[in-house]
Nanobody, 124 residues
Framework: QVQVMESGGDFVQAGGSLRLSCLLS????????VGWFRQIPGTKRDGVAA?????????QYADSVKGRFTVSRDDAKNTVYLQMNGLKTEDTAMYYC????????????????WGQGTQVTVSA
């Protein structure tokens, strides 16, 4: 069974940094694209960043995080990272990692495999 699990969420002051990790198990990691999404209670889940599979490593970012967040992958460790710098209070949310074999599913926000989420809280 293919699963993803996030880690790294924490409390941090505005301007600080965090690195989230997404571990994929039960599948060949380099066959999957991975996306990071976030959700505030009562609102819809939004895409934050995404990275394609294989050597291309194509990435995509939401406008709100461009220049502050960086997504990367380490296929040897079956892990995708989200480095978050210059955090703002509006970045406070539950962050989810999700994986799918198709890039389009990631970009549409409809990947098949979702993690349970990790909470990021940014204080002023």
């Amino acid at each position: 069974q293919v699963q993803v699990m996030e880690s790294g969420g924490d409390f941090v002051q505005a301007g600080g940094s965090l690195r989230l990790s997404c571990l994929l198990s039960g599948a060949t990691f380099d066959e999957y694209a991975v996306g990071w999404f976030r959700q505030i209670p009562g609102t819809k889940r939004d895409g934050v960043a995404a990275i394609a599979w294989g050597s291309t490593g194509q990435t995509q970012y939401a406008d709100s995080v461009k220049g502050r967040f960086t997504v990367s992958r380490d296929d040897a460790k079956n892990t995708v990272y989200l480095q978050m710098n210059g955090l703002k209070t509006e970045d406070t949310a539950m962050y989810y990692c999700a994986a799918d074999r198709t890039w389009g599913s990631i970009l549409r926000g409809t990947p098949k495999i979702w993690g349970q989420g990790t909470q990021v809280t940014v204080s002023a």
